[in-house]
């Protein structure tokens, strides 16, 4: 077993990039260079011909590393500062649907008639895009709300774990009708282990693995709800919006929120929508890369092997 | 019967879901009252209102603009067409792309490619989107080559390759990893090494053998896949600014009940023409692979 050996790097490069992900989220608005309200519209800059005045965007420099948008906010310090509730809000989202989900799909797929299996109680809402029910519920009070960002950000998360928990209760239940079937589970039933103990004892530590890896997948679609919602003006924490000329504006800085308000700038002044972009990519590729590594090390106990 | 009952709550749940704008509602700037509130009476006078309109008929008109109020079934036809040729052309890209992937990626060993298929899997539809069109943007400024366009300017005017692109890709991943594990699995069947034993080329065995065990979980997954795509019809659709269905729902301007409730249940007969199209597409896979 030489390949066992083998530092497993997608791991280790996972769990660094999520410790700077937290780094980021919780020091994030200490760090940040400039405040997050401020703007600079125009600036004077010395040149052969004497000053000369230059209007925002900037592009990046040494004083605006990221650049500065179309109103002259700081890309860095936007981005450091609506960190946290990017990564915090996935991560309780994930972690909300994987508890509720997880605890009804052990029992569920334990008290569930074998004959059944496979048949998805959830259709309706399953063919359903789970963004369709958070957006109709955070249209009438996500934009100009009197309500603080917190108070939205709470409700929302709330209501993207709800909209998660059917997908985790069929794959935990599905999983679990597979498993009961072994003998080490009749065994221990046989001994008299009630449902509970099976499921404690047993099947936990068995699907350990899958539990850990759907949490990150988990926390991986609850950006891509967060994002497809910004795309949409639908900001996490709640939109302003302006009326002559309608403009959208996030007010937490949270990271898919930025890339949906900045979502117009291809064409021109890319950096403005590149960088975020970048942020939110980055925060993907670290779960991703977490998740592919515990998968490896789950997988590298089972393994069959191809005929031809 | 059980479709029927899948339709009618799909309908019941259209009806609430697009009430619930009105329902709770918290809009400071516009109605001058700060405070959030919870107001089902709204929601049930837009239902109510929907179906009295019906017998006028002016639950089939919406407000485009400040003063005209066209009929909703003056564009739709075009708009369905529009939506089911971009969802259909990609399925079958989807479907064909991955079935052959699928076959071959099903041994590989090499971690990296799943590692990429892996990443491409879980990028968002809209973060796919932004990045292609930064691509083609970033591609022109640098070498004046338009390699496709970054959005519909006009209806005359569509943006092909890009939606069609974004739409397969999803699916595609999806398909692939799937098929993948199905193809392994019954490539350690002990028929496969029968046949392989009995000196069967291997081409013959992936078309008598391996093709035909796979089919069944395509079949299977293709109520997944169209769902799927659903979902990035609307950021497709939105972003690349095609004439679609979905486009309906995010007129600027007020909430339109009916407009919205009228889009969404085109949304659903969409659905099922996508879904058998699809259906069809593999029973004549079927035939082709799995006769007797």
Same mark, same amino acid.
């Given at each position: 077993m030489s390949k066992g050996k083998r530092i497993n790097w997608r791991l280790w490069s996972g769990m660094i990039l999520t410790a700077f992900l937290f780094f980021v989220a919780i020091f994030g608005p200490a760090m940040a260079p400039y405040d997050d309200d401020y703007e600079e519209k125009i600036v004077y800059v010395q040149t052969d011909q004497g000053s000369e005045l230059k209007a925002a965007p900037f592009p990046p420099s040494s004083k605006h590393w990221f650049g500065t948008d179309k109103y002259g906010h700081d890309l860095l310090t936007l981005l450091l500062h609506g960190a946290k509730y990017t990564v915090f809000t996935a991560i309780i989202v994930a972690l909300g649907r994987l508890i509720i989900g997880g605890a009804a799909g052990f029992f569920g797929g334990m008290h569930r008639a074998e004959k059944v299996k496979g048949k998805n109680q959830f259709g309706v809402l399953g063919a359903f895009p789970a963004f369709l029910i958070v957006y109709f519920v955070m249209l009438g009070m996500n934009i100009n709300s009197s309500l603080s960002p917190w108070q939205l950000t709470v409700f929302q998360a709330a209501l993207m774990t709800a909209v998660g928990i059917p997908g985790v209760y069929s794959v935990i239940q599905s999983k679990t009708i597979e498993l009961r079937k072994k003998l080490f589970v009749t065994a221990a039933s046989s001994l008299g282990g009630g449902t509970s103990h099976l499921i404690w004892k047993h099947l936990f530590p068995h699907l350990k693995g899958n539990l850990i890896a759907l949490f990150v997948n988990e926390i991986i679609a609850t950006l891509a709800l967060i994002g497809q919602l910004g795309i949409f003006n639908l900001f996490l924490g709640g939109t302003i919006k302006q009326f002559v000329p309608v403009i959208y504006f996030s007010k937490t800085h949270e990271w898919a929120g930025l890339v949906g308000q900045m979502r117009g700038f291809v064409f021109n002044a890319q950096w403005i929508l590149f960088f975020p972009l970048c942020a939110f990519i980055l925060a993907i590729l670290s779960f991703y890369l977490l998740s592919r590594g515990l998968e490896l090390r789950e997988r590298a106990a089972m393994h069959k092997f191809p005929h031809i | 019967m059980k479709l029927l009952f899948t339709l009618c709550s799909i309908i019941i749940l259209i009806f609430i879901l697009a009430a619930l704008p009105m329902t709770l509602h918290d809009d400071s700037r516009s109605t001058k009252d700060n405070e959030f509130r919870f107001t089902p009476r709204a929601g049930l006078e837009a239902v109510k209102d929907y179906f009295i309109g019906l017998k006028s008929g002016e639950t089939f008109h919406y407000r485009q603009g400040s003063d005209r109020e066209p009929s909703f079934f003056r564009d739709i036809g075009s708009y369905?067409?529009?939506?089911?040729?971009? $969802?259909?052309? &990609?399925? =079958?890209?989807?479907?064909?792309?991955?079935?052959?992937?699928?076959?071959?990626?099903?041994?590989?060993?090499?971690?990296? !490619?799943?590692?990429? /298929?892996? +990443?491409?899997? %879980?990028? *968002?539809?809209?973060?796919?989107? @932004? /990045? /292609?069109? @930064?691509?083609?943007?970033?591609?022109?400024?640098?070498?004046?080559?338009?390699?496709?366009? %970054?959005?519909? &300017? &006009?209806?005359?005017?569509?943006?092909?390759? =890009?939606?069609?692109?974004?739409?397969?890709?999803? *699916?595609?991943?999806? =398909?692939?990893?799937?098929?993948?594990?199905?193809? +392994?699995?019954? $490539?350690?069947?002990?028929?496969?090494?029968?046949?392989? &034993?009995?000196?069967?080329?291997?081409?013959?065995?992936?078309?008598?053998?391996?093709?035909?065990?796979?089919?069944?979980? $395509?079949? !299977?997954?293709?109520?997944?896949?169209?769902?799927?795509?659903?979902?990035?019809?609307?950021?497709?659709?939105? $972003?690349?600014?095609?004439?679609?269905?979905?486009? =309906?729902?995010?007129?600027?301007?007020?909430?339109?009940?009916?407009?919205?409730?009228n889009g969404l249940l085109t949304l659903v007969i969409l659905y099922l023409f996508f879904y058998w199209s699809m259906r069809l597409f593999v029973f004549g896979l079927e035939r082709i692979f799995a006769y007797e």
């Open positions: - | 369905l067409m529009s939506s089911y040729f971009y $969802l259909v052309v &990609s399925g =079958l890209i989807a479907v064909v792309v991955s079935l052959i992937i699928g076959a071959w990626q099903a041994k590989s060993k090499q971690e990296w !490619a799943k590692d990429m /298929l892996g +990443f491409l899997g %879980v990028i *968002p539809d809209f973060i796919l989107v @932004l /990045l /292609l069109q @930064l691509a083609v943007v970033s591609v022109y400024q640098s070498t004046g080559i338009h390699v496709a366009k %970054v959005a519909s &300017s &006009s209806t005359d005017n569509p943006a092909i390759l =890009l939606p069609i692109i974004t739409l397969s890709v999803i *699916p595609v991943i999806y =398909l692939i990893r799937t098929l993948s594990e199905q193809t +392994f699995e019954v $490539l350690t069947e002990d028929y496969i090494l029968t046949a392989k &034993s009995k000196g069967i080329s291997r081409l013959s065995i992936y078309i008598q053998h391996v093709f035909r065990n796979i089919i069944p979980s $395509l079949k !299977a997954d293709l109520h997944k896949i169209a769902a799927i795509m659903m979902g990035n019809l609307f950021i497709v659709e939105y $972003l690349y600014n095609t004439r679609g269905v979905t486009g =309906l729902m995010f007129i600027e301007g007020d909430y339109q009940y009916n407009l919205i409730v």
